[in-house]
């Protein structure tokens, strides 16, 4: 074959081809709403359609005999039947996977789990089911995350109304009382009304803490903090009110740590998990405050009661705002000044984490061990937001 007539021959099925295109593009654009089946089957039959009709161009100019075009538009035939026939299969699967997807989606946006799909037709497909699935457990999760947040904001507003209500009748009483003229000993009622206003100051500055944490304003002081001088005083300022109970309050571990931290906020740490501890611990048990180095250049300081211990189902909530133990550790009386609102733990949380540190809590035997871990050289300047 010549250069001239492989040229006339490329340009009759180039112009064939770009004649079907156009027509094929059109069809599709007029069948943009309809199925995806059909789609598939008019692109198929354009691409049959375009070399049927270049071959037959070029046939024509090439005085091939009848019989071998009627072979070869037989041949054309068939294969551009089988063609429709494995686009219509291909679309119907196609559809079949979009209908499935489409399911998952909808399953999603109601709010069900979904468990992984069968394999699709095809690996993207697949990919994109199994992500759906991932995201739905993802939305699950939150979901799960955001019924306890609010579940316990409930139980905080709760609790918080009941705690601000009992000092606040028993002061009403004791002014009433003393207005009256019916104290016998206004002294006494001078001092408890003291005692009930400094219980609210306390209540008012954990809540305050709390909102400084969660708003992301909780700046810290950085400056090096002997570990062993900070769990002394602070232990020595609630060993009054560990006597009172009969508790055996105690420091023991390493004396010569020191670690870069803002002083007024982990001694709260520290009092508030030791309060913790006095408020549920029995008479005569111990409570143990220890500090110690850990791994990975870590101080480790652990609060551990015999207070018996906290249900295994509650572990993971001890750190919420407004949650309070049930059974064992649910405390007949607060001391003096506690606030009680169920707000210590979270404050804990919040403080260490802007320590850029970790608390947690297991079991002990007869009782439980609260932990918290804080970097020696920690990476946050002073003055940086808790988040």
């Keep these: 074959m010549t ?55 070029v046939a024509s100019q090439m005085y091939v005999s009848r019989h071998d075009l009627t072979v070869f538009y037989s041949v054309a035939g068939v294969a551009g039947l089988v063609s429709l026939m494995m686009a219509a299969v291909l679309g119907r699967q196609l559809a079949r996977d979009s209908r499935t997807l489409r399911s998952a989606a909808a399953s ?14 095809n690996t ?22 955001e019924n306890r947040v609010e579940e316990s904001r409930r139980e905080l507003i709760a609790w918080i109304s009941h705690d601000l209500r009992t000092p606040l009748a028993g002061i009403r009483a004791m002014a009433e009382a003393l207005e009256d003229g019916m104290a016998e000993d206004p002294e006494r009622y001078y001092t408890q009304m003291r005692g009930q206003v400094d219980r609210l100051t306390g209540m008012v500055d954990d809540l305050f803490e709390l909102s400084k944490i969660h708003s992301g304003t909780l700046r810290l002081r950085l400056e090096p903090v002997s570990l062993y001088d900070l769990i002394s005083d602070t232990v020595a300022g609630l060993w009054p009110i560990a006597q009172a109970k009969s508790l055996d309050l105690r420091f023991a571990g ?51 009661d015999a207070a018996g211990g906290i249900p295994e189902q509650d572990l993971g909530r001890v750190f ?68």
């Design 3 to 57: 250069p001239d007539v492989l040229l006339a021959v490329s340009l009759f099925a180039l112009a064939c081809a770009v004649v079907v295109g156009a027509g094929g593009l059109l069809s599709l654009r007029l069948l943009a709403r309809s199925s995806l089946v059909l789609q598939l089957m008019v692109v198929a039959l354009a691409t049959v359609v375009s070399v049927v009709g270049g071959m037959a161009v």
């Design 124 to 145: 993207e497909f697949t990919a994109l089911a199994g992500e759906l699935a991932a995201t739905g457990e993802r939305l699950a999760e939150s979901r799960a995350r």
């Design 254 to 304: 390493e004396m010569g740590l020191t670690i870069l931290a803002d002083p007024r906020e982990l001694s709260r740490v520290v009092g508030n998990l030791v309060m913790n501890a006095i408020q549920h611990s029995p008479p005569g048990s111990p409570i143990v405050v220890s500090v110690t180095e850990s791994t990975a250049d870590r101080a480790l300081i652990s609060v551990t």
């Design 320 to 387: 919420e705002a407004g949650w309070r133990a049930s059974g064992p550790r649910t405390p007949a009386a607060e001391p003096l000044g506690s606030g009680g609102a169920g707000l210590g733990l979270a404050i804990v949380q919040g403080i260490v984490q802007a320590h850029r540190g970790e608390v947690r809590v297991h079991n002990v035997a007869n009782g439980c061990r609260f932990e918290v871990l804080l970097p020696q050289h920690p990476v946050a300047a002073a003055g940086r937001a808790a988040h």
């Design 108 to 121: 999603i946006g109601r709010g069900e789990r979904i468990a992984s799909t069968d394999r699709q037709s």
